[in-house]
């Protein structure tokens, strides 16, 4: 099996059903959580030393921390709706509880935070959409928080590759430390597939392949990407949804294409 993809277990007393720390993934910055809370169930924990960007996948939710109360939000109950999330950012040092008031799908993106922020809402209106690339390159991007917007550490993003396309495509990275012409940062795809028995696939390697692997991706997997190339194909007839989660030593997302294939982008 593969280093780098992680499966989702039996969930646990607070539904936890992917558990990537950066003990478990290798690398220094990004912590990831997947849970599934029945209408009623509560998840309670604090930040620590990170800061924290709750994704609402699906379903709604009551999220307190503190003197902040963001009742009953939540919009979309399945994330091929290809509507915006709604999500909360918490600052490190913040206790939080999530109250389930439907099914929820709850993913906990983490990386490490200062603590000069407050928490806050992040509504669907407030989420840039676009679309990328063309032909079967195709992809739609919903930016939920981009380095336009403030945090300490993260950046999320959201992308639905339509059935049959390619996304991260032409093959790119960011794991060299030189800005201006590319940022390091370490990565993780949660994918989510439609219909639900499908499959995708993800490649993730380097120049000198001392890391290249390919993996067949199912619904609710996760991929870790530490360094690499890594992009990703959806077979005819099953949509793909993936969360990024990224962070690095700077927030900034600067990616550098993979120069056997950087003629893709002159057609």
Known sequence: MSSLLVRPSAPDAQGKIIDVTP????????????????????????????????????GRANVVSGEHRFDDIGERMDVFEQIPPYAVYLPNDTSYTVEATTELELAVC????????????????DIKQSTRGEGSNVRHVHDILPETEPADSLLVVEVFTPA??????PPHKHDVDNLPHESLLEETYYHRIDPPQGFAFQRVYTDDRTLDETMAVENGCCVLVPKGYHPVGAPHGYSLYYLNVMAGPQRVWQFYNDPDHEWLMLT
């Open 110 to 125: 983490a990386a490490p935070g200062q603590g000069n922020r407050a928490p806050r809402l992040i509504a669907p209106s």
């Open 23 to 58: 003990a478990s993934a290798g690398w220094k910055h990004i912590g990831f959580q997947v849970h599934q809370l029945a209408p009623g169930e509560h998840l309670e924990a604090t930040t620590g030393d990170q800061e924290v960007c709750l994704v609402l996948l699906t």
């Open 164 to 169: 049959g396309n390619w996304s991260s495509y």
